[in-house]
């Protein structure tokens, strides 16, 4: 017992700092890590990406269902709920024996789920890789649960809705959502309706429905960055995995009519709090020649980013707000770019708002200049490559892309088409999208105010 | 054993690691030559433990006026401008006893970052309007953010006051209200001028710089003034007597609650590492390994989590793992029950004092402990994957006065034996001294059940196990022994004013 722990660590002890890597050209790959892919015949994608950390690997499991995919009434918050019972247990490993052995590894895991995937990811040492396979494995063709076990964990999703219950902003996405989209599934957070969880307890034979429907190889992908050689994690794969039967399901999201009017909403808020202002745009699904969607980010930056004028009347010069951000981020469906402030007074909630739309005004009236287009195509770069500094931030990064198209070469494409984006672009899409009939406001504030 | 020794020789070939005097200055340096990333930490002794009285908050403001200021010619908005294009970043953090400084970037703007990172600790602007900004930041914390919209935070807060009362730990970092409202500008930069001085900075650089710039470093760092300031002379906690409360009372949704009471135990000391065994087995943080997370949540769904500490832990980001350069003299054990139903905060809280008790008079079999340590050598190592954390942990490792932290946790724990474990359980941790903090709608009613020893019993939707109902029945009657001289109900509105 205490060879093996010794040999571990001795492994895992190289693994402190790995590297990121910059293209020196522009026209460089932006990932700059080769990344192999195998298909397994029931459907499975497995995917490898050598990364510089000697003896740690990231092991994720991407499933392409999210919040997105809760189109029955009353069931919001369900694919979060099975991300907890994911961790369950099934007949070869309880809950605790699974815990178990990721204890005796020293593993980091975790899971989250977000409105288009869930994520599964485990940080252990390289050499236990087949041991990580076989329960990951093992619970996502067996996963077996009681009901009992069912009905206490509804308890824990109702503790983590408490544990945010105090946050504005939580509760501002609740309202915002729910205002600009009356027909598709992303009305509703990913955390689910306060009703709807309270109900849980009592849908546990939709659960084994939900299961039964997107934990299937073909809604899967296995993603391991790190010290790892492709053919091993094939095989393996091939040995833990390739009794898992595909599914059939597939689920029709119900498509979000376009917005003709602008919709706006109040909160007063029952404790101490500044005044806070979020404003959502619609905005198109993720699609990797879209070139909007690159303009709709360098526009996020144009307006947010700690050097960008707006940014520096509201928080620097004029101090009006202590915070003001904002930005596109990439859903598989139509969603929104969303704008979020906290205001120091009250008195100039109006005044905040519209120094915003007059910030957007000036994007659509004015082109902005090439240089300042360099800049913001030089951070973006920048901070992509310093952010894969772990083997789990790279694994992180392509169950991303995964998530979004089922491609990992996204990545590289979508950097392309940034490269292409051009002052015209941007102001063309600020002018596309940045329109009072497709805006939704929430206004939040301890007072009532005059709408 | 023999693929050790390989690969112990190895890392030797791969880095180099310094800790070096230039000029009284103190340097830690991990240079990784082919690293194309560069993250700096300065840490200064100063802390909140600086601030003078009616003046909390002074550290804190400083640290973020320099952060988010100026420097020579450059305006806080001309360094935006400037680092904006390489994503380079520059934060500070700040705590009871040491202020750090971190900067990032990639090694192709390295020279250019360097100039803008030295000057704003060299040579700060001190402009008005970025004192004004970074001071209504703090206070809106203070005001809005902790009162209003984080219960967690707060309760975690309100239990380090309580804790530490009348002890120069007893402030939030960022200050109070009045405190913070009777800063100046001149204080702040007296601050500066008695704290940033050669001895008393700490400089620390990793990844793939190159040496000159070290010896830049040492000659424009020179330039501070000399002397160290008197470090402050800690006086010992005072002493709890039963369990003592802190009700703090505002509408909500769900009960907050935080406990604890000081320990003599730091990295220095010996019994840190039976401690961290023990801790780890009792409430690893966020993870399913600890008693607390199997009793409340995995058994009974209370809520989200429960975990339990042996230092102030503050967690690094989104991650699960500590943000390092945090170091304390004196220490303290806590458990942090994350809010839990008004109806289910009695319960909640017995149980956790239950099974500490359980803990104290039980300790760990052999087999558990066995685990844990195994557990917690391994863990470590994945404690240090970037250069900024590896960095960090080094520089804990010279403030302690301690060997590489993540080396030491492997060296003293597989000295351990179950027996040293739980005899370090029974000499720091108990269950009748210490102070509770709680955030709740139902103060009043909750003072009550408290001092009465009310019953708590509970229910549950499902059918759980027997094993669980008969535990249930002992707790709901379970007795704390509540100083009823010591309970308190404070307004939310009335925290961190003063």
Known sequence: MEDTVLIKLSIIYLAIVSMCMLPAQSNDAVFPFPVHQSVLDNGLTVISIPFDSPGIIAYYTVVRTGSRNEVEEGL?????????????GTEQYSAEEYNEVLKR????????????????????????????????SDRFMNLKYSVEDFKTEAGAILGEYNMNAANPLRQMFERIREMAFTEHTYGHTTLGYLEDIKDMPNQFDYSLTFFDRYYRPEYCTIIVAGDVQHDRLTQLAQKYYSGWEPGTWTVDIPEEPPQTEEKRSHMTWGSATLPHLMIGYRVPEFDETNIDLPALNIIGQLLFARNAPLFQKLVVDEQLVDFVSGGYTDRRDPYLFTIMSRIKNIDNMGRVEQEIYDAIEDLKNNQIAPARL?????FLRYSFAMSLNTASSVARTVSQFIQLTGDFNTVNKLFDLYDSVTPEDVQRVARKYFTPATRSVVTLAQEEIQQ | MKTRMIITGLLICIFSFFMIAHEHLKFTELHLEDNPLVAFRILVHAGAINDPEGK??????????????????????????????????????????????????????????????????????????????????????????????????????????????????????????????????????NHYKNMYTRENVHIGIAGGYNNALIDKMGQDFASLPGGKPEQLVLPQPKPIEDIEVLIVEKPNRATAISLGFPIDVTRTDKDFYPLMVANSFFGEHRTFNGVLMIELRGLRGLNYGTYSYIENFIQDGGSTLMLPNVPRRQQYFSIWIRPVEHATNHFSLRLALYELENLVENGLTQEEFEATRDY????????????????????????????????????????????????????????????????????QEFKEALLNNTPSPISYSANVDESVTAKDAIVKDYQLTINPDRVLIVPVQEMFEE
Do not use: C
């Open chain 1, 374 to 378: 360099d800049e913001i195509k030089s």
């Open chain 1, 76 to 88: 919001s918050g369900f694919a979060h709920f099975f991300e907890h019972m994911m961790f369950r």
């Open chain 2, 376 to 443: 917690m050598i391994n863990f470590s190592k994945l404690w240090t994957q970037t250069l900024s954390r590896r960095l960090g942990y080094m520089m804990d490792s010279a403030w302690y006065g301690t060997d590489y932290f993540i080396d030491k946790i492997e060296e003293e724990l597989m000295k351990l034996t179950v027996e040293d474990v739980n005899r370090a359980i029974k000499t720091h941790l108990q269950t009748g001294n210490m102070k509770v903090a709680a955030v709740t709608a139902n103060a």
């Open chain 2, 56 to 189: 909390e908050g002074l550290n804190a403001l400083t640290a973020m006026t320099i952060a988010n200021g100026g420097t020579g010619d450059l305006t806080f908005r001309d360094i935006q401008e400037i680092l904006y294009p390489w994503a380079a970043s520059i934060s500070v953090n700040f705590d009871k006893e040491v202020t750090v400084f971190t900067g990032n970037v990639h090694r192709d703007h390295l020279d250019e970052f360097y100039t803008i990172f030295s000057g704003l600790l060299l040579d700060p602007r001190f402009d008005e309007s970025d004192f004004r900004r970074n001071k209504t930041n703090l206070l809106n914390y203070l005001r809005n953010t902790l009162r209003g919209t984080n219960d967690e935070e707060l309760g975690k807060w309100s239990l380090q006051l309580f804790m530490y009362e009348d002890h120069p730990y007893g402030n939030v970092d960022a200050g109070t209200v009045q405190g913070l409202e009777a800063i100046t500008l001149e204080d702040v930069k």
């Open chain 1, 105 to 136: 590894l020293g593993a980091d895991h975790n899971a989250f789920t977000t409105d288009d995937w869930t994520g599964y990811h485990i940080v252990a040492s390289a050499d236990a890789l087949e041991e990580v396979v076989k329960i990951e």
